[in-house]
Nanobody
Framework: QVQLVESGGGLVQTGGSLSLSCAAS????????MGWFRQAPGKGREFVAA????????AYADSVKGRFSISRENAKNMVYLQMNSLKPEDTAVYYC???????????????????WGQGTQVTVSS
């Protein structure tokens, strides 16, 4: 079992920044691939960013490349998502997810993640 708890969401103006955090527990964190996904009202859950167990490999959705950055601290069991130059279309509930298959690397595929957090709301006002 893996427990994931997101934090750091909130309301920000267009062009602003937010930093999301995800605290993991219940399994050796350094063996987990980690990802961030988001879901806007009326839409499906979509990939945002992913990072491999070592942090050596990352992947980003085209819509956030150059604006968002994913990182992790294995010693603290934490993964982060730094979001800059935010746009109204970034408004969504953001979810942290864990992939038990550490060999896979930074996967963008939703169904390959095994555990999910409860989500944190990010709202970008225009």
């Amino acid at each position: 079992q893996v427990q994931l708890v997101e934090s750091g969401g909130g309301l920000v103006q267009t062009g602003g920044s937010l930093s999301l955090s995800c605290a993991a527990s219940g399994r050796t964190f350094s063996t987990l691939g980690m990802g961030w996904f988001r879901q806007a009202p009326g839409k499906g859950r979509e990939f945002v960013a992913a990072i491999s167990w070592s942090g050596g490999s990352t992947a980003y959705a085209d819509s956030v490349k150059g604006r968002f950055s994913i990182s992790r601290e294995n010693a603290k069991n934490m993964v982060y998502l730094q979001m800059n130059s935010l746009k109204p279309e970034d408004t969504a509930v953001y979810y942290c997810a864990a992939d038990l298959n550490w060999i896979r690397g930074a996967t963008m595929t939703l169904n390959e993640y095994d555990y999910w957090g409860q989500g944190t709301q990010v709202t970008v006002s225009s």
